[in-house]
């Protein structure tokens, strides 16, 4: 089974747009630990009030 590439994408795009960390540094990650960060961004957000 492989991650959908537009799921990769929007991960990537979200953890940069948040963190400012390269593409590569992302990509290195693994993918539970790139999905942790995903959501650790968005309950930050939630808790800022905003999406």
Do not use: C, K
């Amino acid at each position: 089974m492989t991650y959908a590439t537009d799921d990769l994408y929007d991960e990537v795009a979200y953890i940069a747009y948040h963190f400012h960390w390269g593409m590569d540094s992302i990509l290195d990650l693994e993918h539970p630990e790139r999905r942790r960060y995903v959501d650790q961004i968005a309950r930050l957000n939630r808790l800022a009030g905003g999406r």
